[in-house]
């Protein structure tokens, strides 16, 4: 078994830890919070045994573990992997792994000198639907665009208009929408499509300074894509990968759960695959197995992959006039 500790007790560490109990490959051990009351109630919804640290360094040196999964504010992954990743553990970090480009190139080297895992706990990629995704695109013929939207309106951009800034709208802790949630649109993008030759972007930057909502339109060699996303408004629009032979949709880009191709002769071929498991789950086991494996990294969350959805996030960011803190240090 893979014994991993927790960075951050919040309900995204709640559903990995369920997601991660399904896999019978990977058993919590320990727990880190700040606070050592919140970390005990904490640990004390999965077992009496798991370790309480208060004191990260201590952590990142103990014995108890072999791997974290940090699920910190953004502008913390950075600081925190590297430090992890410096004393041997494994690492699995929440999206988006790191503020900027400058961070993640630092986390990478740091992984790779010490010959331990990283990977970005990005779900939607390794769910068995998006497998189905890119085993069928061939079918589409000539692919000519992706279209991506995920809008979906905070709960706390209730309390942001009555003038209390939480987390989720502070550029302290590198979040807004385009960190937040653009990212779930761009990360299948690269994963499918790679890199592209050009970025245009527009968005709208509130009064605190993060970035509400806005779009992306990326330039390839034969093709474009359009991505919109949002933490003001809602959207129900699914995705598209329009091919000359038909066109794929997908339910939704942030966890396909459904996908069937339209053809130009009007057949429909549904091509969606049973998930019955926790979302999440997916990624926990990409996760074990590298780590039983011995492979440095994820063929699909791969490090060569977040580096370009950072390159594309930070040229967005230049580009809608988004910095944060973090980008300073």
């Known amino acids: 078994m893979i014994r991993y500790g927790v960075i951050g007790t919040n309900w995204i560490t ?11 490959h990977l058993v919590l051990t320990a727990v880190y919070s700040r606070s ?12 009496q045994d798991i370790e309480i640290f208060t004191d990260l360094n201590k952590m990142a040196q103990s014995d108890l573990l072999d791997a974290v999964y940090i699920a910190s504010p953004n502008s913390l992954h950075a600081e925190q992997s590297i430090l992890c990743l410096e004393h041997g553990k494994h690492v699995l970090c929440e ?10 190139n630092a986390m990478i080297e740091v992984a790779k000198e010490n010959g331990v895992v990283l990977m970005e706990a990005l779900k939607s990629t390794l769910m068995p639907n998006f497998r189905v995704i890119r085993d069928n695109l061939y079918k ?61 972007a527009s968005g709208m930057l509130l009064s605190s300074g993060v ?4 779009s992306i339109l990326l330039k390839y060699k034969e093709m474009d894509a359009v991505i919109m996303y949002s933490k003001i408004t809602d959207s129900y629009l699914p995705a598209e990968i329009q091919g000359e032979n038909g066109t794929m949709v997908i339910d939704k880009i942030n966890g396909p759960y459904q996908v069937k191709i339209y053809y130009r002769d009007g057949t429909i071929e549904d091509l969606t695959q049973s998930q019955t498991q926790e979302s999440m789950y997916y990624e926990a086991v990409e996760f074990a197995d590298l780590i039983k494996s011995g492979r440095a990294e994820s063929d699909i969350n791969s490090l060569s992959n977040s580096l370009t959805v950072a390159e594309i996030m930070e ?15």
Do not use: W
């Open 14 to 24: 709640e559903r990995f830890i369920a997601a991660a109990m399904e896999t019978d």
């Open 140 to 200: 589409l013929g000539e692919v000519r665009r992706f279209f991506a939207s995920y809008c979906q309106y905070s709960s706390r951009y209730d309390a942001f208009k009555q003038g209390k800034v939480l987390n989720a709208f502070n550029p302290e802790f590198s979040n807004g929408a385009l960190m937040d949630i653009g990212v779930y649109c761009i990360y299948p993008l690269v994963t499918l499509f790679g890199k592209p030759d050009e970025i245009k």
């Open 315 to 329: 040229e967005t960011r230049k580009q809608i006039g988004l910095v944060f803190p973090a980008d300073h240090k």
């Open 95 to 104: 999206k988006p792994m790191a503020s900027n480009t400058k961070e993640l």
């Open 36 to 47: 050592e009351e919140k970390a005990k109630d904490f640990a004390g919804k999965y077992n």
């Open 211 to 214: 970035d509400g909502e806005g």
